[in-house]
């Protein structure tokens, strides 16, 4: 079984930054891909940013420039460092892993959210 936790998350002015966790857990040989998607009041949940176990990332247009994702392959763990926030990037944000454990099974498995508000 596989464990996904997010961390960082909070309030902040616009134009400020925020950097936030998730960490994988569990019975993990290697996780395959980590990224982070949003969910807004009243709206759908998107992807924000993806990261393969190689060196690909995949930003949403919204976020590119201002965003950037990262990860320790070691810790199974991904970042997401968000810079110049702007009140539209309010929403409870989510880590998904995709990760195979020792049997070479994979398990896709969401966080339970973190809250992100920028708002003066």
């Known amino acids: 079984q596989v464990h996904v936790v997010e961390s960082g998350g909070g309030l902040v002015q616009p134009g400020g930054s925020l950097r936030l966790s998730c960490a994988a857990s569990?019975?993990?040989?290697?996780?395959?891909?980590m990224g982070w998607y949003r969910q807004a009041p009243g709206k759908q949940r998107e992807m924000v940013a993806t990261s393969t176990s190689g060196t690909s990332t995949n930003y949403a247009d919204s976020v590119k420039g201002r965003f950037t994702i990262s990860r320790d392959n070691a810790k199974n763990t991904v970042y997401l460092q968000m810079n110049s926030l702007k009140p539209e990037d309010t929403a409870v944000y989510y880590c998904?892993?995709?990760?195979?454990?020792?049997?070479?099974?994979?398990?896709?498995?969401w966080g339970q959210g973190t809250q992100v508000t920028v708002s003066s």
């Open positions: 569990g019975s993990i040989f290697s996780c395959n891909a």
């Open positions: 998904n892993a995709e990760c195979m454990n020792y049997q070479k099974a994979y398990q896709n498995t």
